[in-house]
Antibody, heavy 126, light 107 residues
Framework: QVQLQQSGPGLVKPSQTLSLTCAIS??????????WNWIRQSPSRGLEWLGR?????????DYAVSVKSRITINPDTSKNQFSLQLNSVTPDDTAVYYC????????????????WGQGTLVTVSS | DIQMTQSPSSLSASVGDRVTITCRAS??????LNWYQQKPGKAPNLLIY???TLQSGVPSRFSGSGSGTDFALTISSLQPEDFATYYC?????????FGGGTKVEIK
């Protein structure tokens, strides 16, 4: 059974960096049949995909255009986890942040999220 | 970006009712449509993928249909644990996008 356990602060000051971690059990961050995603949810934006990282002979990451200049998603193979960093946050980044697995098959990922973390409410406020 | 529009945004129903939620894409997405259920304070839970395939462990009272631009999620006999918010999501083209949700409430 795959489980994703999120950790990180719930309060971030404006202009600072939001950092969250998603620890994986029951699967591997280096799996060739998975991609590891961050998704957020807010009343104003609804559910919004932020980005992903995945391993296919080498590490790759894809990001949503809306946050591309501010986001980094990195794997940590030693701890079997992946992280989200979002720079220069504003109150508009206040949301519940989720990590989620996209189970891939046949060499392709289809953005079908079958396992999710528990969610972290991150408030951007001074 | 592909826009996903769900209707209704909310509905009231009774236990045992048949409930249908619709989702419309702003352009054809073939059958690349997924449905999630979300309960308050919890993460979304995958119910159906590629329009009509039931995720493992999901009760058979849930079903999905449609292709192209119009899709539906049907609950054949609403159970107390089904009161939640339901979201559709297209996985046809980046950026993936979600519908605004349909809240199913107790009548």
């Amino acid at each position: 059974q795959v489980q994703l356990q999120q950790s990180g602060p719930g309060l971030v000051k404006p202009s600072q960096t939001l950092s969250l971690t998603c620890a994986i059990s029951g699967d591997s961050v280096s799996s060739n049949s998975a991609a590891w995603n961050w998704i957020r949810q807010s009343p104003s934006r609804g559910l919004e995909w932020l980005g992903r990282t995945y391993y296919r002979s080498r590490w790759s990451s894809d990001y949503a255009v809306s946050v591309k200049s501010r986001i980094t998603i990195n794997p940590d193979t030693s701890k079997n986890q992946f992280s989200l960093q979002l720079n220069s946050v504003t109150p508009d980044d206040t949301a519940v942040y989720y990590c989620a697995r996209d189970h891939c098959s046949g060499g392709s990922c289809h953005w079908i999220f079958d396992y999710w973390g528990q969610g972290t409410l991150v408030t951007v406020s001074s | 970006d592909i826009q996903m529009t769900q209707s209704p945004s909310s509905l009231s129903a009774s236990v045992g009712d048949r409930v249908t939620i619709t989702c419309r894409a702003s352009q054809s997405i073939n059958n690349y449509l997924n449905w999630y259920q979300q309960k308050p304070g919890k993460a979304p839970n995958l119910l159906i993928y590629v329009a009509s395939t039931l995720q493992s462990g999901v009760p058979s009272r849930f079903s999905g249909s449609g292709s192209g631009t119009d899709f539906a999620l049907t609950i054949s006999s609403l159970q107390p644990e089904d009161f939640a918010t339901y979201y559709c999501q297209q996985s046809y083209r980046a950026p993936l996008t979600f519908g605004g949700g349909t809240k199913v409430e107790i009548k």
